[in-house]
T-cell receptor
Framework: DAKTTQPPSMDCAEGRAANLPCNHSTISGNEYVYWYRQIHSQGPQYIIHGLKNNETNEMASLIITEDRKSSTLILPHATLRDTAVYYCIVRVAAGLVNNNAGNMLTFGGGTRLMVKP | DAGVTQSPTHLIKTRGQQVTLRCSPISGHKSVSWYQQVLGQGPQFIFQYYEKEERGRGNFPDRFSARQFPNYSSELNVNALLLGDSALYLC???????????FGPGTRLTVL
């Protein structure tokens, strides 16, 4: 799976949009971009994923650049409860998973987002 | 619908002991994965099971083993515990092979 690079930390004012960047310059055409977040001492929470089109759900929006080498997770109106570590993960599409490699998620260091009042 | 459940929530063991952690996937999910998260780091993949068969293994010693039952629940076993095994152990389930993984709350293991 391709490696991702994220800033180690970011701050955001409550009520404002939080834009979390992720670089994945070695991504392959069959790899999805996934975002998870982890609030202190809890299990990671799935947020959103996409292949090449922008995606939106009730939690966030995912913007993927045309060359797919980077993406941005957008939390439109951040609240204090959005304070967490956000992980950007690149993962091969399901039908192409190598059985020997499993279907694992490879977590990097993530971005620690602090939402401030 | 209930999410992924794990038991116990917390566990304290001493070096050399053995531990069994349990995971129940979301109803209808056939795949379970296990991850270890040491304090200050991201989760690291240990195992994945699909339809009761091991489909992937991370870089962990043979002291770590797992299995999946006919009802798709799973157990993670760790033998001869070391201090370095102290971590949050996370279970994730997915509906099918390669689908989105949803995590449980984890089991906090402390080895003294």
């Amino acid at each position: 799976d391709a490696k991702t690079t994220q800033p180690p930390s970011m701050d955001c004012a409550e009520g404002r949009a939080a834009n979390l960047p992720c670089n994945h310059s070695t991504i392959s055409g069959n790899e999805y971009v996934y975002w998870y977040r982890q609030i202190h001492s809890q299990g990671p929470q799935y947020i959103i994923h996409g292949l090449k089109n922008n995606e939106t759900n009730e939690m966030a929006s995912l913007i993927i650049t045309e060359d797919r080498k980077s993406s941005t997770l957008i939390l439109p109106h951040a609240t204090l409860r959005d304070t967490a570590v956000y992980y950007c993960i690149v993962r091969v599409a399901a039908g192409l998973v190598n059985n020997n490699a499993g279907n694992m998620l490879t977590f990097g260091g993530g971005t620690r987002l602090m939402v401030k009042p | 619908d209930a999410g992924v459940t794990q038991s116990p929530t917390h566990l304290i063991k001493t070096r050399g002991q053995q531990v069994t952690l349990r995971c129940s996937p979301i109803s209808g999910h056939k795949s379970v994965s296990w991850y270890q998260q040491v304090l200050g780091q991201g989760p690291q993949f240990i195992f994945q099971y699909y339809e009761k068969e091991e489909r992937g293994r991370g870089n962990f010693p043979d002291r770590f083993s797992a299995r999946q039952f006919p009802n798709y629940s799973s157990e993670l076993n760790v033998n001869a515990l070391l201090l370095g095994d102290s971590a949050l152990y996370l279970c994730a389930s997915s509906r099918d092979w390669g689908d989105t993984q949803y995590f449980g709350p984890g089991t906090r293991l402390t080895v003294l």
